[in-house]
């Protein structure tokens, strides 16, 4: 997984990941995630805020495991 704009703005030091290492930098990033913050700033944009209301940290992952990388 090629990530040269993650490098260039410091987010990241190793240009490739594996999927196994991107996994686990993203399920990281979903444990930090104020999950009530979030809902917060994008309640705004959409029509019903109360369908947010099944934001979680465990939906966000749950979604991580639909996530399909392939090669370009």
């Not at 030091?13 to 594996?18: M, P, Y």
């Not at 999950?35 to 947010?52: E, W």
């Amino acid at each position: 997984m090629n990530l040269s704009h993650s490098t260039q703005s410091g987010h990241l030091h190793n240009e490739r990941l594996t999927m196994q290492e991107f996994s686990q930098l993203l399920e990281r990033r979903i444990d930090m995630l104020d999950v009530a913050a979030a809902a917060n700033d994008v309640s705004r944009f959409v029509r019903d805020a109360g369908s947010l209301n099944i934001w979680s940290q465990e939906y966000f992952k749950d979604l991580t495991l639909r996530i399909s990388i392939t090669k370009a």
